[in-house]
């Protein structure tokens, strides 16, 4: 399929999302293996690849495993792309500012991102205010995700289905107007998780709390700070708060809805229509990370390589528990072990990215004031998702016919609170929801 001829796509957007962009301000986490290759810039490698060189970025969170382990375990080049860079990112406007300069101004080409995110720099949500066509290759995870309270709460008793949590809101209001839920980044995932809870408990986001945007790493910190009451983030985050008992775990995000999309792995649309077969190798490779991520045998390993100071920079401790499937809520609640809803790489389709998911994500940004009412998103997706090279990539990573998805829809959806959401009709979906910015 021909991508983005696609600079003639241009659809006209609100503000560009909050967030200041430093386009430096990442830590370079090249491999320094002297054995790897170098192509000179003017001359394709002789592997048959367009490139072998690609710059990606990632942030400190669990579910950007797959891009450390393609790395650390030699995957990259074991698909001919020997010379890439995986490069920390203090933000995800950090992530956004640095797609849209590219590798040849000194950013990324590619990332580990927020699967709405490239939908909406593709929708002109940038620095510039200009489109940044992007290409969703893979998704990296499924669930994995919480939201967490401030300790404050832990007798109000906050889980997944609190009626009282509206009663609750206001009483702390009345103390505390200002009242604050911290998400990483306006229209992704955690942003849409926070607003879905709140909302089917019977609390307007727009009018009954502030939600706020908060880098991944810097969430623990401000919860101690007492700048917010609730927060919404990845891995390992919400387990650090809990093990150095700052705040409680009110839900992981698997219960609101069973095996929902989380991250994706983007890259720029025309660094893919130029490469792509590179892109095709990228792919492949992360694809390979994510089958030994998923492995039980490798998670102590993985912990031990990703918390590493180059890495996370974060205890091993904070991590394995949510992988394994550990969920210690932190409040009243027994810990669960081998909760059927963890983070998978790999397991049950989840590095598939699914068209109908993507769908989703794009009705609640509607939803939410984001984008347009107006934005044809069945043809959006299309432009942005690129299920057709996946497929060709699991092909090359030697994944099994039976194993790759036959169709771009998983179908109905069915959230925690009995809501559908028919990928088919998703004007009816956004029709029956009650809250809505609009």
Known sequence: ?????????????????????????????????????????????????????????????????????????????????????????????????????????????GAHILSPMPYLLTLGKTKSKQPLPMNILARLNTNGQAISIASSYKEAKIALKSPNLKEV?????????????????????????????????????????SIIPVPPPQMVANMKAGTMEMFCVGEPWNNQLVNNKIGSIALVTGEIWKDHPE????????????????AQALTAAIIEAQQWCDKAENKEELVKIVSDAKWFKVPPADILGPLQGD???GDARPPV???????KFWADNASYPYQSHDLWFLTENIRWGYIPATTDIKALVKKVNRSDIWKLAAKQAGVKEAEI?????????T???GTKFDPAKPE???KGLKFKAA
């Open 327 to 329: 969920v210690n809520y």
């Open 428 to 430: 009816e979906y956004l």
């Open 405 to 413: 998805p036959t169709s771009d829809s998983r179908g109905v959806e």
């Open 169 to 209: 809101i206001s009483k702390v209001k009345a103390a505390k107007p200002d009242l604050k839920a911290a998400v990483t980044f306006p229209g992704g995932t955690h942003d849409l998780w926070m607003r879905y809870w709140l909302s089917a408990n019977g609390v307007d986001p727009t009018k009954d709390i």
């Open 337 to 343: 072990k081998g909760f059927a809803n963890a983070m």
């Open 1 to 109: 399929m021909s991508q983005f001829t696609r600079r003639k796509f241009i659809v006209s957007v609100g503000a560009a999302a909050a967030g200041s962009v430093l386009i430096n301000a990442c830590t370079n986490n090249k491999s320094t293996d002297p054995k790897a290759a170098t192509t000179d810039p003017g001359k394709a490698p002789a592997n048959g690849l367009e490139t072998n060189k690609a710059r990606l970025g990632f942030i400190a969170l669990t579910d950007s495993s797959p891009l450390i382990i393609a790395l650390e375990k030699g995957l990259f080049k074991k698909y001919g792309m020997t010379d890439v860079e995986v490069i920390k990112q203090a933000s995800w406007p950090v992530t956004s500012g640095n797609l849209e300069v590219g590798s040849a101004g000194g950013g990324i080409d």
């Open 415 to 417: 959230f925690f609170d």
């Open 263 to 278: 991250k994706a792995f983007a890259m720029r649309a025309d660094w893919v229509e130029k490469h792509p077969k590179a």
